[in-house]
Every structure is written in structure tokens, then in C-alpha cells.
């Protein structure tokens, strides 16, 4: 197995900005916006940004929540493994709002398929964006592709992109590994 | 940890600690779920079940049916009441029949102790008991833990009196097994003739006067007398019971601490509870109503993911 260094903290920095500022670019003041985190790796990534739009652009009141998409999987009893939820966490209703939907990568699409029927159960959103960090380009099952792209990845079915976070796994890193 | 060890719900006798965690981790997102604008969840769209009850019930009835709504399933009712049952066909060809339909699951009353695991053994699909006759009541008796540890914290090392017709109660004995797994003291209380002999072999204590028993508990679980199971006289009268076993506003103000109340319903006011014991803020008896729909959902959620396609 061996595995290669895609991104290293610096040039996490430098995208985690560049993704802020263009929603800053299209969102303006939040007023009617919400962020949703696709749980569970795109809470670290949301969370990320989000430091960001406070610290840097002064945006305060900012609605932010995250989705478990387990229930609304494709995939229930076909996996090997059974799924496990995750926490949602979404105490605003977000009908009628822009929604920013925040994941870490972009696969086959699937999951963000979940996470659109998801969001349903809230609201009737006015629209919903998509962030992705890392876009597989040539490995979608669906037709979904991201508003927001941090790095655009070629990768082979058998190779994984991770993500790895600061906060959850000691460094700011992505990795391509192979098997 | 994200898989239960059975494959079928027949008591809690049949669960390990990991199980219930697991069942409670999962309630706690559907719990969520069902509190939401769209209280519908697709994941279980291609999942058909049957709630079989041979037996009368209003709540468990509707809140298994609820549960397995919320999840997407396809559900079919049947009762007894209604039924070719009548018409002397056995429990395995009335199962099977409903089987070949394509069902997957099986949600069954039945007033036969033992039915469940019967028919366990015997059909090709998963089986949760929703009680049989005086043996087990699992999902009872989980959200009824769930209750006391969305109220407490946790159940581990809280004192529960199960208090009234012990000798007839699955609740109580489904009870008794899911506390002691927890951790938890659990006492009974009731007249001589509705405790069970050698039930200290489980584990619990026996007391026969509520005042004491209630002066040692955190938790108060009041069953209901189950005239329609007794076949002889347990006790003189009903106003003898009330006044010896019924939980009342005097009894709780006489003590120094605040018990929290639960009740299984259905409830016979002013025989084992007093209306207002059962409507004050520390009866917790609607929050195990609304928990049982959470609880529920769990558990088929946990026991379809096992089914094979």
C-alpha cells in the first residue's frame, strides 16, 4: 500500500481561504444564508471555513448546522458493514434560505444525493450550493458537481483520497493512498 | 459496535449491555428525526412488515405502526379479533400464509408465553415481540430505560421499585432483566399474592409496604392491575388495594426527595396511581409514550439491516 502527500498544511491554508472568499463573493452578509456540515467529515472542513468568514470578514450571526445522511442512504442493507449515524444538529428551519452544503470529498455523488433528500425534511431550501474540497472528477455515479471546488483529483477507482484535520487527526493533510 | 448480537427481538433476556447501548444510540437519532418538520426517514422503503396482534392493544399497536411508518416501511395489520384464527387455523399456517405475501419482518402479540420464540424457530423472517401473555414485553421494558436515562443521565446505579401485579407482568419482568443489565437496584413491591416466589433469584429485592419502597427508590414504575388475567381472587378488593399499593399525592410530599413516575398505561386512575401524581411534572408517563415511538424505530432499524437480500 503506498501512499502520497496531495496536499500538504500550507496549501490546505491557501484553498480554506480561497473557498471563503468566494462565498463571501456570492453570499455577502450570510443574512440568508445557512452552512450545512455533511456529517461526519465535512463538520471539520465547515468548521474550518467558518473560523474564517468570523475572524477574517467579520461575519458573526452566521446559521450553521450539521446533516447525518445515514437514513437517507442508497445503500441500506447492501454494504458489508452496517452504517452507523451520526448526530444532526439543525435548529433553524431553512425554508426559503440559501443552503451551502460542506463536504470534504466529492465521489460518486451519492451522498450528496442523500443529503438533498435530507435537507427536504427542514424546509424547502431556496437553493442549495455545493462545497466540496476535493472533486473526483471521473468517479461520479450521478449528475452532481460542486459550486465551490478546492482541488480538482484524478484518481483511480482503487486509490482512496483522505482528508485528514488538525482538530481530529493531529495534522492538516491529504493523502492519496493506493492499494 | 453497530450490529446487534440477535436476529430477532424475542425478550430482553436474549440482549447483552452492548445491545441496549447500541438500541439507545440509535433512538437518540431517531428521537431527533421524529422531531423534525417531515418526520419521515426512507431508509427502510423496501421493507414490508406485518404487526401481528392476537391480543388486544391500543398503544404498543399504534406506536409500533408509527415507528415502522416513520422508517418507510410497508406495513400490514392483522388481529385476531377479525381473523381466520377463528376459524381454528394454527399460528405457523396463519404466519407462513402472511409470509408468502413477501414480508420481512414480523411484529407479534400474542397471549401465549412463548410465541415468539415459537415462531422464531419454525418461519423464515424477523420476529420482534410486542408482549406474550405473561413472559416479555422487550421494547416495554427499553423504553422504559430510555426514559430513565433521558430523565437521569443514566441507569446504571439508580434504585427502581416496580410496583402492583407483578405475578402477571411482562413489563415488569422485561423490566427487571433490562435494569439489571444496566446496573441498576431493582426492588419489587406489591401484595404477597401478585409477587412471584423465588423472584429474589433474579437478582431484585421484595418489599410489601410502598411507603418504604418508595422512600428507597429514584424511580417508581406503577403497573396496572390486570383484572382480565386474574382467574382468582389476589386481593379482597380494589379499595384495599388503593389503599395499601396506590401511589398518591401524600405519599410523595412525605418524602425528602423528588422520585420520578412512570406508568405503562394503560392507567386505572385512582387505583394504582392518583390523577394527580400521574399529571404532575415529575410523572414522566407521555415522555415513555413518545420515547416508545423512538425506541421502536431503533429496533427495527437495527434488525432490518440484518435481514438478508
Same mark, same amino acid.
Given at each position: 500500500?503506498?501512499?502520497?502527500?496531495?496536499?500538504?498544511?500550507?496549501?490546505?491554508?491557501? =484553498?480554506?481561504?480561497?473557498?471563503?472568499?468566494?462565498?463571501?463573493?456570492?453570499?455577502?452578509?450570510?443574512?440568508?444564508?445557512?452552512? =450545512?456540515? =455533511?456529517?461526519?467529515?465535512?463538520?471539520?472542513?465547515?468548521?474550518?471555513?467558518?473560523?474564517?468568514?468570523?475572524?477574517?470578514?467579520?461575519?458573526?450571526?452566521?446559521?450553521?448546522?450539521?446533516?447525518? =445522511?445515514?437514513?437517507?442512504?442508497? /445503500?441500506?442493507?447492501?454494504?458489508?458493514? &452496517?452504517?452507523?449515524?451520526?448526530?444532526?444538529?439543525?435548529?433553524?428551519?431553512?425554508? /426559503?434560505?440559501?443552503?451551502?452544503?460542506?463536504?470534504?470529498?466529492?465521489?460518486?455523488?451519492?451522498?450528496?444525493?442523500?443529503?438533498?433528500?435530507?435537507?427536504? *425534511?427542514?424546509?424547502? &431550501?431556496?437553493?442549495?450550493?455545493?462545497? *466540496?474540497?476535493?472533486?473526483?472528477?471521473? *468517479?461520479?455515479?450521478?449528475?452532481?458537481?460542486?459550486?465551490?471546488?478546492?482541488?480538482?483529483? /484524478?484518481?483511480?477507482?482503487?486509490?482512496?483520497?483522505?482528508?485528514?484535520?488538525?482538530?481530529? /487527526?493531529?495534522?492538516?493533510?491529504?493523502?492519496?493512498?493506493?492499494? | 459496535?453497530?450490529?446487534?448480537?440477535?436476529?430477532?427481538?424475542?425478550?430482553?433476556?436474549?440482549?447483552?449491555?452492548?445491545?441496549?447501548?447500541?438500541?439507545?444510540?440509535?433512538?437518540?437519532?431517531?428521537?431527533?428525526?421524529?422531531?423534525?418538520?417531515?418526520?419521515?426517514?426512507?431508509?427502510?422503503?423496501?421493507?414490508?412488515?406485518?404487526?401481528?396482534?392476537?391480543?388486544?392493544?391500543?398503544?404498543?399497536?399504534?406506536?409500533?405502526?408509527?415507528?415502522?411508518?416513520?422508517?418507510?416501511?410497508?406495513?400490514?395489520?392483522?388481529?385476531?379479533?377479525?381473523?381466520?384464527?377463528?376459524?381454528?387455523?394454527?399460528?405457523?399456517?396463519?404466519?407462513?400464509?402472511?409470509?408468502?405475501?413477501?414480508?420481512?419482518?414480523?411484529?407479534?402479540?400474542?397471549?401465549?408465553?412463548?410465541?415468539?420464540?415459537?415462531?422464531?424457530?419454525?418461519?423464515?423472517?424477523?420476529?420482534?415481540?410486542?408482549?406474550?401473555?405473561?413472559?416479555?414485553?422487550?421494547?416495554?421494558?427499553?423504553?422504559?430505560?430510555?426514559?430513565?436515562? +433521558?430523565?437521569?443521565?443514566?441507569?446504571?446505579?439508580?434504585?427502581?421499585?416496580?410496583?402492583?401485579?407483578?405475578?402477571?407482568?411482562?413489563?415488569?419482568?422485561?423490566?427487571?432483566?433490562?435494569?439489571?443489565?444496566?446496573? $441498576?437496584?431493582?426492588?419489587?413491591?406489591?401484595?404477597?399474592?401478585?409477587?412471584?416466589?423465588?423472584?429474589?433469584?433474579?437478582?431484585?429485592?421484595? +418489599?410489601?409496604?410502598?411507603?418504604?419502597?418508595? +422512600?428507597?427508590?429514584?424511580?417508581?414504575?406503577?403497573?396496572?392491575?390486570?383484572?382480565?388475567?386474574?382467574?382468582?381472587?389476589?386481593?379482597?378488593?380494589?379499595?384495599?388495594?388503593?389503599?395499601?399499593?396506590?401511589?398518591?399525592?401524600?405519599?410523595? +410530599?412525605?418524602?425528602?426527595?423528588?422520585?420520578?413516575?412512570?406508568?405503562?398505561?394503560?392507567?386505572?386512575?385512582?387505583?394504582?396511581?392518583?390523577?394527580?401524581? $400521574?399529571? $404532575?411534572?415529575? $410523572?414522566?408517563?407521555?415522555?415513555?409514550?413518545?420515547?416508545?415511538?423512538?425506541?421502536?424505530?431503533?429496533?427495527?432499524?437495527?434488525?432490518?439491516?440484518?435481514?438478508?437480500?
Amino acid at each position: 500500500m503506498g501512499q502520497r502527500i496531495l496536499l500538504n498544511a500550507d496549501e490546505i491554508n491557501i =484553498i480554506l481561504h480561497r473557498l471563503a472568499c468566494q462565498l463571501v463573493e456570492n453570499h455577502t452578509d450570510f443574512k440568508h444564508t445557512v452552512i =450545512i456540515g =455533511i456529517q461526519p467529515r465535512g463538520v471539520f472542513l465547515a468548521e474550518r471555513i467558518i473560523k474564517i468568514l468570523q475572524e477574517e470578514y467579520g461575519i458573526t450571526d452566521l446559521n450553521y448546522g450539521h446533516l447525518d =445522511i445515514t437514513f437517507y442512504r442508497d /445503500d441500506f442493507r447492501r454494504g458489508e458493514k &452496517p452504517l452507523e449515524a451520526n448526530k444532526t444538529k439543525i435548529d433553524f428551519i431553512v425554508e /426559503d434560505k440559501k443552503v451551502v452544503f460542506i463536504d470534504d470529498v466529492l465521489y460518486t455523488g451519492r451522498s450528496i444525493r442523500a443529503a438533498l433528500t435530507a435537507i427536504q *425534511s427542514f424546509g424547502r &431550501p431556496a437553493e442549495i450550493e455545493l462545497l *466540496s474540497f476535493i472533486d473526483r472528477r471521473f *468517479s461520479r455515479h450521478l449528475p452532481i458537481q460542486p459550486d465551490y471546488n478546492g482541488r480538482q483529483v /484524478d484518481a483511480i477507482n482503487e486509490e482512496k483520497v483522505i482528508v485528514n484535520w488538525k482538530e481530529n /487527526d493531529g495534522e492538516d493533510v491529504v493523502y492519496l493512498v493506493s492499494k | 459496535m453497530s450490529e446487534l448480537s440477535v436476529n430477532h427481538l424475542l425478550g430482553i433476556k436474549y440482549l447483552n449491555e452492548k445491545d441496549i447501548e447500541l438500541i439507545f444510540k440509535t433512538a437518540d437519532h431517531f428521537k431527533e428525526v421524529i422531531n423534525r418538520p417531515i418526520k419521515k426517514v426512507p431508509s427502510l422503503r423496501d421493507i414490508t412488515i406485518a404487526n401481528l396482534f392476537f391480543e388486544n392493544s391500543t398503544r404498543t399497536r399504534l406506536s409500533f405502526e408509527l415507528a415502522e411508518k416513520r422508517l418507510s416501511a410497508d406495513v400490514v395489520n392483522f388481529s385476531a379479533a377479525s381473523s381466520s384464527v377463528k376459524k381454528g387455523e394454527t399460528l405457523i399456517d396463519t404466519v407462513n400464509n402472511i409470509l408468502s405475501m413477501k414480508v420481512d419482518m414480523v411484529v407479534m402479540r400474542h397471549p401465549n408465553p412463548g410465541a415468539g420464540i415459537f415462531l422464531s424457530r419454525h418461519v423464515n423472517a424477523s420476529i420482534v415481540n410486542a408482549g406474550d401473555g405473561a413472559h416479555e414485553h422487550p421494547t416495554q421494558a427499553l423504553l422504559d430505560s430510555y426514559s430513565i436515562r +433521558e430523565r437521569l443521565g443514566e441507569v446504571r446505579g439508580k434504585k427502581v421499585v416496580i410496583v402492583g401485579d407483578i405475578l402477571h407482568s411482562r413489563v415488569a419482568l422485561s423490566n427487571i432483566f433490562a435494569l439489571k443489565l444496566q446496573g $441498576a437496584e431493582v426492588k419489587v413491591c406489591g401484595p404477597k399474592t401478585l409477587i412471584p416466589k423465588h423472584i429474589e433469584s433474579l437478582g431484585v429485592g421484595v +418489599e410489601t409496604n410502598l411507603k418504604k419502597a418508595i +422512600e428507597w427508590c429514584d424511580v417508581a414504575n406503577m403497573l396496572r392491575v390486570q383484572n382480565e388475567r386474574m382467574d382468582i381472587s389476589y386481593f379482597p378488593s380494589t379499595r384495599e388495594y388503593a389503599q395499601q399499593f396506590q401511589l398518591n399525592k401524600s405519599l410523595l +410530599e412525605s418524602l425528602d426527595k423528588e422520585i420520578v413516575v412512570m406508568h405503562p398505561g394503560p392507567i386505572n386512575r385512582g387505583v394504582e396511581i392518583t390523577s394527580q401524581v $400521574a399529571d $404532575a411534572e415529575n $410523572a414522566i408517563i407521555l415522555d415513555q409514550v413518545q420515547n416508545g415511538v423512538a425506541v421502536r424505530m431503533a429496533v427495527i432499524y437495527l434488525l432490518a439491516s440484518k435481514i438478508n437480500r
